[in-house]
């Protein structure tokens, strides 16, 4: 491959030079310190959505060591191609194909969010192809919450609920009961927020194309065998750290971080957390002991960290009205309450239906609410915070519980 040598900023707006393979096309920039680098490059890969501009400070610093390849494969980032027959694991041998036309040696992908499947399913798939791995906000996991929110966020799309399927998406990514510790400005909730209203038809298709690519896969059947660096966001919600250490616990030689005070965004909230880690890890030197803005979590806590990840408190009024329009009104009784979901109990029919259910409490607005299990006697459910004024109420809430919560007497049952 051929480097460009005058980085700037500017030039990730530009049209990206295109590989032809088969039918695909791929998107990609490169950029060195010389044109014919003959040193292992460094491959990122964004959320599905995630443009190569957003990597403008990670690219400046990673060029003083390294060569640095941004790639959209089809459906991804800048290229539109559409690809509903291609699979995760289809578009991860996309990328070793790319490796092979190119004639590169062997990578060190960065994988971010749905960037995360891809890389961790291409070093996998691809050991000789790649050197060093790194991943953040992890994929593809298939916890049933997770997926739960995400068929609901297609079949909003489907019905056209654009502005509901925006609040959903944007709660889950940007976790609103931490936006203090995390940084994140309103004004850039705002900003994500416009963007998902707004999605073109095309877009929708992405969208609908990626979130279905993440329901179908069925899971790793075998994992990397290079070093691998796992960074996972303290508040994440929608990729939860101890699903990273899970996956970290399967890989040959892994590390795993936790960084403070971010979320599903880890790398745009605490940058610099994040960058005291990339060096390090892709010079292949020891990662520091003792790092701002993170814990080295040691192998012997991957497997015990909580998968509760929130505080759920008996709330003050446990009488609330379950309605569905097919099922009726039926009496309940919520015993635990948080931001992202609960558990209640009650009469409850043989067969729950998924979608439809309003939950009444008596202090707070109507509520949507996505069933995760139940019994004749219990159901255990998720918020799909499709509703602004109910979110905000829950997030006011869930706060100010926080604030008060004893952590000995949070329990660790019903992971959502």
Not at 89 to 110: G, K, R, S, Y
Not at 136 to 160: K, N, Y
Not at 198 to 213: D, G, K, M, V, W
Not at 243 to 258: G, K, M, Q, R
Request: overall charge negative; hydrophobic content about 40%; some cysteine.
């Amino acid at each position: 491959m051929r480097y460009r040598t005058d980085y700037s900023p500017a030039l990730l707006n530009e049209p990206s030079q295109q590989l032809q393979l088969g039918n695909w096309h791929l998107h990609y920039q490169a950029y060195a310190t010389r044109a014919d680098d003959p040193r292992h490059p460094v491959l990122l890969l964004g959320g599905a959505f995630q443009c190569f501009r957003s990597f403008a400070s990670e690219v400046e610093e990673l060029l003083a060591d390294h060569p640095v390849i941004l790639l959209d494969l089809p459906c991804q980032g800048g290229n539109l191609q559409l690809a509903p027959e291609l699979g995760l694991e289809a578009l991860a041998d996309l990328i070793a194909d790319f490796v092979v036309e190119q004639n590169l040696p062997p990578l060190m992908p960065i994988g971010l969010s749905y960037g995360s499947a891809l890389a961790g399913l291409f070093a996998a798939r691809h050991p000789q192809h790649c050197s060093r791995l790194l991943l953040a906000g992890i994929t593809a996991f298939g916890r049933r919450g997770a997926r739960v929110l995400l068929e609901e966020s297609l079949a909003l799309l489907a019905e056209g609920r654009c502005a509901e399927f925006a609040h959903g998406a944007v709660t889950g990514l940007l976790n609103p009961t931490r936006s203090q510790e995390t940084g994140v400005a309103p004004v850039f909730r705002k900003a994500l927020l416009r963007q998902l209203q707004r999605l073109s038809a095309t877009e929708i298709e992405r969208y609908r194309q990626n979130s279905q690519r993440l329901l179908d896969f069925s899971g790793f059947t075998q994992h990397p065998i290079c070093p691998t660096l796992v960074l996972a966001g303290e508040y994440d919600h929608f990729t939860q750290p101890w699903e990273h250490t899970l996956f970290a616990s399967s890989c040959a030689a892994a590390e795993c971080a936790l960084i403070h005070n971010a979320d599903h965004l880890a790398n745009f909230e605490q940058r610099n957390a994040c960058a005291s880690l990339y060096t390090p890890f892709l010079r292949a030197e020891p990662l520091p002991l003792i790092s701002p803005g993170s814990t080295h979590l040691p192998r012997s806590q991957w497997l015990q960290l909580e998968k509760r990840h929130e505080p759920r408190n008996a709330p003050r009024h446990s009488r609330a009205r379950l309605h569905h329009a097919e099922v009726g009104e039926l009496i309940v009784d919520v015993s635990e309450l948080g931001f992202f979901g609960g558990l209640l109990h009650g009469d409850l029919p043989s067969h729950v239906p998924q979608r439809g259910w309003q939950l009444q409490m008596v202090d707070l607005p109507t509520l949507a609410i996505l069933p995760l299990r139940s019994s004749s006697s219990e159901l255990a459910w998720v918020f799909p915070h499709t509703d602004a004024a109910g979110s905000a109420a829950l997030a006011e809430r869930a706060v100010g519980a926080t604030l008060v919560a004893n952590p000995a007497n949070e329990k660790a049952s019903l992971a959502s």
